[in-house]
C-alpha cells in the first residue's frame, strides 16, 4: 500500500516584511497558520502550490509544509514549523509578538 | 586608520543607487525572485526563517567610533534595536524590511561601510587577528595586507563567480587569533632574514567537511601577495569542481589533488601571473601602511590602574580575564565580552553600541575590533584609563569577566533565525552560561572554548571547539552531538565525536559531566581542558557520558 499523504499547508515569506505567511482556501495569504489551508490530497498539493506561486510578485520561497489538523486549524509537526509560526526563542519577537499585541 | 578615499564613496553610492533600483523592480514585479536573490544577495540581504537579514562587513574587524555609531544607528531606526556580531567579522541584522535596506546601505555608506560580498561565491571579507596592531608579540600589523587583498579583490572580474565562496584570513603573530588554518587561504606575516613576508596556508575550512590548512608556501615575499594569490585563485577555478556544491571548495580540491600538486600548478601560474604585476599594488600597500599607523601612544602613570587592581575584586576579575599584553608602555587591550551569561553570545544593543563607540573615541584612540568570537575589542588603552572603561562598561551590562572561559561560547543564529539550520543553538549557549555561573565553577575550570553550530555548515566553528556542538535534526527532534579536542589556535585541530548524540534537555547536563571529569582528573590547575584531553583522551569522557556504554563492555 502507498505510504499515507501528511496534509500540508503552503507557506512562505512575504515580499516587502519578510515575514511568514500561509496561503488559504481563499487564494489569500494570512500571517496565521491556523487560517491556512489543510491540505489533505496529494494530487491538489502541487495544484495548490501552482496556484500559490501564481502570486509570486509579493511572496518569496512558497512550499509544502507538513502539518496535522488541531481544535482552531492546522498545525505544525516538525521543529522548524514551530518556530516559523512563533519566532526565535531568545526574544520575544517575530508572531508571538505580533499576536500577543492583537 | 584607513580612510575610504573618493573613488571608494563614489562606487559604493552607485552600488548602492543600483541596489535601490534593483529593489523597485522586485517589488513593481520587473525582476523575478529568481533574478533578484543573486542581486540582493550580492549586497549582504539573506531571507531567514522570519523576517531578511542584512550582513555588513567590518573589514579585518576594524572600525572606528562613527562607524560604530552608524552600526547602531542601523539597530535602532530599521531594526530591533540589536545587532549581531558574528564569527566572520561581521554584523546581522536579523529584522529589516525589504524597502529599507537601501536605506540602511546608504546610511552604511556615509561611514565606509557596507555589505559588498559577504554572500556569494567571491572571496569575502578578509579576515584579521582582532589585536592587530596591538599585539605584544607580533611581527607586524597584518591589515594593510588585508586592505591591499580587500581592493584587489572587491569586484575583480575573475573571481565574482567562483566554484563556491573563499575565505582568506591574515595574522601578524605566532599567536594564531584568526583561525587560519580553518580558512580557504590562511596568511601569517613573518619575517625570514630581516625580510617581511607569508607563510601561506591553503585548503582549511569547516562545514561539513573539516579540514586543518596545509602549508602551500613556507616563506613568501611581500611583494608577491597578489600574484601568488592570484596564482592560488588561478589553480581553483582550473582543477576545483563545480559539479557539486559540497565538493567545489578549495579543501577538497587540495586534498583530492594532493597539496604538492596543488603547489606545483600554483607556481607554475605564478611564473606568468607575477609578470603582469608592475608594482602599482606595492605603491597602493606602502598608502596602506600609512593609514594603519600605530597612534601615538601616550606615556602616563600606571597608578590608577594599580590602585583600582589592588582595591577592586571586581576590577581585578575583569583586568584578569578580559586584559590582554599591549606592545605599547603603559597600555592594554581590553575585551568587552558580549556573552553575559544567559545573553545571546554576539547580541549587542544599540545602546551598548553607543557606549562602545563612546569608549573608543574618549580613552581608545579612536579604534575598535570585532572578533570572530563575537565580542568587541580596545585595541589600545592606557592602563590608567581602565578603572573608568570598566564602571562605564558595567553601567550597561558590559563588564562581564568571562573572556576564554566556559561562557565566552561562539554560537551560530541556529534554528531561532537561520534557514538552513537543522537546530538551535543559541538557547543551548545560553542555558549552559546559566548553569556553569550559578555553579560559580567558571573560573576554576579555566581556559574553555565551547563552539556550538545548528547544522553542519559549522559557522559556529563547533569542529575547532574544545567543546563542540553540533544541532541536528533527528527524526523530527533536535539532537546535539558532541567533539572534544578540537581547537582554533595556531595549534588548530578538528574535534572528535565523543559518541551518540543527546536530546535538547540532555545537552547541558552532558557538557556538566565532561567538565565534571575534568575536574577530577586534571594534573592540577594550571592544566587547562584541552590539555588535560590531550594527555588523556577520549575515554574518561566518554565513560562519563555514556555510563551505559561503560557498564556493557565491563
Ligand atoms: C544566517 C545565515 C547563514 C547562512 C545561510 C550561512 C550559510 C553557510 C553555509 C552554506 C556554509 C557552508 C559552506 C561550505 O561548507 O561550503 C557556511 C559556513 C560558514 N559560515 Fe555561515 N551561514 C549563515 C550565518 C553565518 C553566521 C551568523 C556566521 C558567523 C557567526 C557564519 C560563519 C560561517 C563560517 C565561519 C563558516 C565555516 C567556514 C567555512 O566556510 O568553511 N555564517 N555558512
Ligand atoms: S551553522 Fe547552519 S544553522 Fe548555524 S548559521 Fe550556519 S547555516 Fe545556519
Redesign the pocket.
Known sequence: MARAFTPKVITANDLLEGDVIYFTAEDTWTRHMSEAELITDEADAQLRLLEAEKQNIKIVGAYLADAKAGPNGPEPTHFREEFRRTGPSNYFHGKQEAQANV | MYKYNEFDEAFLAERNAQFRAQVERRIDGSLTEEEFRPLRLMNGV?L?LHAY?L?VAIPYGTLNPDQMRALALLAEKWDRGYG?F???Q?I?YNWPKLRDLPDMLDALGKVGLHAIQTSGNTIRNTTADHFAGAAAEEVTDPRPYAELIRQWSTDHPEFQFLG??F?IAITGSNTDRAVIK???VGLQVIEQDGQIGFKVIVG???????MIGKTLREFLPQADLLPYLESVLTVYNVLGRRDN??K??I?ITVSENGIDTYRAMTEEAFLTIRGQYDGTDQQLLEEFKAHFQAPEFRSASTEAFDTAYENDPVFRAWADTNLDQHRAEGHAIATISIKAHGATP?DASAEQIRVMADLAEQYGYGELRIS?Q?NVILPHVHKSDLPAIHAKLKEHGLATANLGLISDI????GMD????ATARSIPVAQEIATRFDELKLEHDIGHLQIKISGC??????HHVGHIGILGLDRAGVENYQITLGGDASENAAIGTRTGPGFAYDEIVPAVERIVETYLAIRENAEETFIETYRRVGMDPFKAALYPEAAKKVA
Open positions: 539573506y531567514q537579514m550582513r549581531h558574528t564569527t566572520r561581521n546581522q563556491r565562496k575565505k580553518a580558512h580557504d582549511g575550512g569547516l562545514g561539513r567537511t573539516p556544491k559540497y567545489a571548495r579543501k554576539g570572530h563575537q561562539i554560537a551560530c543564529p533565525y537561520c534557514n538552513l553542519i555548515n559549522a559557522c559556529g566553528h
